[in-house]
């Protein structure tokens, strides 16, 4: 990559101090440092007539004058040179500190401990939805070894981390699961990728280069369409407000095919009255990909049904209070009074957007819908779908 450096040039009476009518009048001379969208002015000292201003050049008529100012801005450009070479960064707002003393760049931190929460820490603002579920790998990380120095990250201390994970056990008493082992491992391994970028361990020190974590594979639950209408016909007592904005949630989530942490952020202002009907504008949060759904297109307008059911005047999202577990424990309630036999958890919804989905659109809408790169994610989700396949082969004709 080609590294740009600050442009300078020279301003004459930048601020119009000049009196048009008096020709002993001066100007001030400036240095103008432009960088990355930003410009910053130094003054030279020098005050010059109109005249003694060579505007063709840009520069004083006098050759002394115009000699010492090129080798002011050597000294700037030699002071940028420096300082990146020592700090690898760069703004226009170091260039003012030209004249100070340049700070020596903070010595290398020896604790991959300490870098693991500082990246964490850095992550906070993002809310990703997965953040949680990062910390508690750092609280594992801190519990098996309480301090870990860069020079320590390797293949025995990866393989001590796992026989820890396997002998750590829930609230519950029970172990963790392979996946859950490996989701910890994951983590891990990306902030080693981190302190690999930024220079604290070398790439060939990577001990997951060596190291292979064990996974199994687990297939998730999603509801057929008549398993959904049943959720659908459901009715709730005035006391059974939870129950009922869980149930809704969930739908809206198997409709649009949207993740928890992407439902749970809609409020009005995302909803948009068209001539058709409601249209849904929003970011997600894992992919941060902006994308558009048409409620009114989707499985016959029932989300958005839903939507306005909860549009507030207040401007507040629509399930606002309803965190992932709570929701996971009402479906439970629901799903059993459903008559729905199957361990029903948020996360199904996805997959029972795009298994519902793939029988009725080509598979390349599906993809676009849930925001896949690729159509072999997408694919992923589809692979264990009778009705898909029982409806593919319902159209064949034989004879």
Not at 309 to 325: D, H, V
């Amino acid at each position: 990559m080609v590294t740009k450096f600050a442009d300078f040039s020279l301003r004459f009476d930048r601020k119009g101090q000049l009196d048009a009518n008096d020709k002993e009048s001066t100007g001030l001379i400036e240095i103008r440092m432009y960088y990355n969208g930003k410009a910053s002015y130094k003054s030279t000292g020098y005050r010059i007539t109109q005249d003694q201003w060579n505007k063709k050049k840009n520069a004083p008529k006098d050759a002394l004058m115009n000699r010492n100012i090129q080798t002011m801005i050597s000294e700037y450009q030699t002071f940028e040179s420096e300082f990146r070479a020592i700090h690898k960064t760069f703004s226009i707002e170091d260039l003012k500190r030209k004249d100070q003393p340049v700070p020596e760049p903070p010595q290398k931190k020896t604790s991959f401990t300490d870098f693991f929460r500082e990246q964490l820490d850095i992550e906070k603002p993002l809310k990703q939805p997965s953040l949680r579920t990062r910390r508690l790998t750092f609280d594992y990380f801190k519990e098996f070894r309480s301090e870990v120095s860069f020079d320590e990250i390797n293949n025995d201390l990866i393989k001590a981390f796992n026989s820890f994970l396997h002998e750590k056990r829930k609230k519950n008493g029970k172990p963790l699961n392979l996946n859950t082992i490996a989701k910890h491992h994951k983590h891990v391994r990306k902030y080693i990728l981190e302190a690999i970028k930024s220079r604290h361990i070398a790439i060939i020190d990577n001990p997951y280069l060596h190291i292979k974590i064990p996974k199994q594979d687990s297939e998730s639950n999603y509801l057929t369409e008549e398993e959904l209408q049943r959720f659908e016909e459901l009715t709730f007592s005035e006391s059974e407000l939870l129950l009922e904005r869980s149930r809704d949630m969930f739908l809206i989530a198997c409709y649009t095919g949207l993740r928890f942490s992407d439902v749970y952020k809609i409020n009005p202002t995302h909803l948009y009255n068209t001539l058709e009907g409601l249209e849904l504008n929003y970011q997600a949060g894992k992919t941060q990909k902006f994308g558009q759904k048409f409620l009114y297109l989707l499985f016959g307008g029932k989300p958005q049904q839903i939507a306005r059911k909860y549009i507030n005047s207040e401007n507040k999202a629509l399930f606002k209070g309803l965190t992932n577990p709570k929701v996971n424990l009402q479906l439970k309630i629901i799903a059993k009074r459903a008559n729905v036999q199957k361990a029903t958890k948020f996360k199904d919804s996805r997959n029972t957007f795009a298994n519902i989905m793939s029988t009725k659109v080509p598979i390349t809408v599906v993809q676009d819908e849930m925001q896949h790169s690729l159509l072999s994610t997408t694919q992923g989700y589809l692979k264990r779908n009778p009705e898909f396949k029982k409806k593919a082969l319902a159209k064949i004709k034989w004879e």
